[in-house]
């Protein structure tokens, strides 16, 4: 049998996502987020315990989602983990967790960029929709 590297977070965008594009234009949006496990600790108190996941998403789908991919927003991602080890200012040795998403589904929940951007002169018109999750390409 062979192996499996499959990530799978329904979670909370920590910040809105950056687009960048690489050398040879490929676009690229990077974007954290937050998933939250309540539970009980010894002392019978209620914990909440939180992770951040820092995701990337590659091509088409990256330019099409940044727009949507604001602070506060619900997504769920599916991916594969890969580990990025290098050395730091003083040469110590690092290592960053990554999820390269193959999937990212907006969920309930969050901010729209474009309602956080909004000014008394923007109209109607002006103001690019956010599609139904049905016209969202992915």
């Not at 496990?37 to 019978?44: A, I, L, P, S, Y």
């Not at 193959?102 to 103001?127: I, K, N």
Request: net charge neutral; aromatic share 6%.
């Amino acid at each position: 049998m062979g192996t499996v590297n499959r990530v799978i977070l329904v979670g909370n965008l920590g910040r809105d996502a950056e687009l960048r594009f690489t050398g040879t234009g490929t676009p690229v949006t990077k974007f954290s987020v937050a998933t939250t496990e309540t539970f009980k600790g010894r002392d019978g108190e209620k914990k909440e315990e939180t992770e951040w996941h820092r995701i990337n998403l590659w091509g088409k789908s990256a330019e099409t989602l940044t727009q949507y991919l604001v602070k506060g927003k619900q997504v769920y991602v599916e991916g594969r983990l890969k580990t990025q080890k290098w050395k730091d200012k003083e040469g110590n040795d690092r290592t960053t967790v990554e999820v390269t998403a193959d999937r990212v589904t907006l969920l309930g929940g969050g901010p729209r960029r474009e309602a956080a951007e909004r000014d008394e002169t923007s109209t109607d018109e002006t103001r690019t929709p956010m599609p139904a999750d049905d016209e969202v390409p992915f």
